[in-house]
């Protein structure tokens, strides 16, 4: 299971760019509280917490939970949008909604792809081309799966996964459910794609050199 963030959060007296800024200043990150059937409270987060979920890869699609002032339980929430700083890259502002266990949103989750040692094609130097490396989902907000597999075991060359061919967990739906779409290939590699070429060029050029020379030889 991923690891759940806990930031600890204050309620700004103030909101608006002016606020926002003297926040940042004081060492905090600027945000929003929002959903969960109340209004929308502007928080201000601690900058080490914040930094280290993002510096994780946990900021977007993943459970966290504050501890709200005045309140005696961890809030369960989602990051829906993260602002970051053009040049550091660090995280200036955070909108997080509040969710519970009937909460479903559609998030990003990664692709792993295993037993790719069981893949004849991948065995004769085929390539993995990986189309999708997230899938877009609809989840349980309080169980986002942390990643989905994709077993490319038996895969030849020219075969291909698609979404049909990944179990997901219960009360997960793909965002697309209008086609099989595909998740991964697996391509030969240029070499032998190379090869492949030359053969069917020099297949489909032999016809047409017995004709040139049969309608050669009948002008003569």
Wanted: hydrophobic share 40%.
């Amino acid at each position: 299971m991923a690891e759940i963030d806990v930031f600890h959060c204050e309620v700004r007296e103030r909101a608006g760019t002016g606020a926002a800024r003297a926040a940042r200043r004081e060492g905090w990150v600027p945000g929003v509280l929002y959903g969960g059937g109340q209004d929308p409270v502007a928080i201000r987060l601690r900058f080490n917490e914040v930094v280290k979920a993002h510096s994780a890869g946990r900021m977007r699609s993943h459970l966290a939970k504050i501890q709200v002032p005045g309140q005696d339980w961890l809030q369960p929430v989602i990051a829906r949008e993260v602002q970051l700083d053009p040049v550091k890259d660090l995280p200036i502002h955070v909108d997080l909604m509040r969710v519970d266990e009937k909460t479903r949103i559609d998030v990003a989750v990664p692709v792993r792809f295993l037993n790719e040692a069981a893949s004849p094609g991948l065995k004769r130097g085929g390539v993995l081309n990986v189309v999708r490396h997230t899938i877009e989902v609809y989840a349980p907000a309080t169980a986002i799966p942390e990643y989905l597999e994709a077993d490319v075991t038996g895969l030849d060359i020219g075969d291909a996964i698609h979404i049909s061919d990944i179990k997901l967990p219960e009360g997960v739906t793909p965002v697309i459910t209008d086609r099989d779409f595909t998740v991964a290939t697996v391509a030969a590699p240029s070499a032998l794609r190379s090869a492949e070429e030359e053969a069917a060029e020099a297949e489909t050029g032999a016809p047409e050199t017995a004709e040139a020379e049969e309608e050669g030889e009948k002008e003569e």
